[in-house]
C-alpha cells in the first residue's frame, strides 16, 4: 500500500494499521475563534468515535463528558484509536489506529460533518469548512510510529513563531513551558497532568512511552537534536 492516500474513497485503509490524519480550514480560514470551539471539537472526538449514530450532537456541549473514565470508553464500540492528536487555530493533526472496516472514513465524515455544523449554526454561515477531503498518511515504519507523536505535539510551537521544523531551537525552556500550558492536544496527558485522558488510547505506545517521566525526557531530547528525517514520510505541512 502507498505510504500516501488522498482519502480512502479510492483506496482502502487497513483495520489494525496506523495513520496520520490531517486537515485545515478552507482558504486557511481559522476553524477555531473561542475556547468554545477547541471544546467542542475535542468533545466531538469522544462522541463522534462511535460505530453507533449520534443522533442529536447539541450545539452547546456539557463539560460533564470531560470526566468520563477509561470503563466508560471501553463500552463504546470505537471506530478508531487516537493515539495523539493537536488542535492549531487554522489545522488539526490526529493519530489513528483504524479498528473496523471503514472506521477513519466514518470517523472523519462525522467529525467533519458534525464540527461544521456547528460552526456554520454559531457564525451564521454557509459553506465548506474544511480544506477539501482530510489528507492521510500510512505510518509504515517505526520511526514514523515512534516520533510521529512528537512532531504533532510541536505544532503548537509555531504560535510562538519558533522554526522548529528546521530542526532547531534555540530557547528549550521556553518551548518547554509553552507545551505545558497548550491546552488543545494530547501532550500534557503524556506527560501525566490529565487534560482530556478520555480522548486517548495511551495502550497501544505504553511499550514506547512507559511513563510521564519519559515522554518529558524524549520530548526533551527531541527539541534539542531534532531528527526531522525520522517523520518526513509521514508529515503533512500547513
Not at 475563534?33 to 453507533?52: S, T, V, W
Not at 525552556?173 to 507545551?179: C, E, G, M, R, S
Not at 486517548?200 to 510521564?212: G, L, Q, T, W
Amino acid at each position: 500500500m502507498s505510504a500516501y492516500l488522498k482519502n480512502d474513497r479510492m483506496n482502502v485503509l487497513v483495520s489494525g494499521e496506523t495513520y496520520h490524519v490531517y486537515n485545515r480550514g478552507i482558504d486557511g480560514r481559522r476553524l477555531f475563534l473561542c475556547k468554545g470551539d477547541y471544546y467542542r471539537f475535542i468533545h466531538d472526538l469522544y462522541e463522534f468515535n462511535d460505530e453507533a449514530s449520534v443522533l442529536n450532537a447539541k450545539f452547546h456541549c456539557s463539560k460533564g463528558w470531560l470526566k468520563r473514565d477509561e470503563k466508560d470508553r471501553k463500552k463504546r464500540k470505537l471506530l478508531v484509536d487516537i493515539l495523539a492528536f493537536c488542535l492549531m487555530p487554522t489545522h488539526f493533526h490526529l493519530m489513528l489506529r483504524q479498528r473496523v472496516d471503514g472506521g477513519i472514513s466514518k470517523f472523519m465524515q462525522k467529525i467533519g460533518t458534525g464540527y461544521a455544523r456547528y460552526f456554520n449554526t454559531k457564525l451564521e454561515r454557509k459553506g465548506g469548512l474544511f480544506q477539501g477531503t482530510y489528507q492521510v498518511k500510512l505510518i509504515d515504519k517505526e520511526n514514523y510510529f515512534i516520533y510521529l507523536p512528537h512532531y504533532i505535539h510541536l505544532n503548537p510551537l509555531d504560535c510562538l513563531g519558533i522554526n522548529w521544523r528546521e530542526g532547531k531551537v534555540d530557547d528549550i525552556k521556553k518551548a518547554k513551558d509553552f507545551l505545558g500550558s497548550y491546552r488543545w492536544s494530547s501532550y500534557l496527558d503524556y506527560v501525566g497532568k490529565k487534560n482530556f485522558p478520555s480522548i486517548i488510547n495511551r495502550e497501544i505506545v505504553s511499550e514506547i512511552i512507559e511513563d510521564a517521566g519519559d515522554y518529558k525526557k524524549l520530548i526533551e531530547d527531541w527539541l534539542a537534536d531534532m531528527d526531522m528525517t525520522k517523520v518526513e514520510g509521514v508529515i503533512m505541512e500547513v
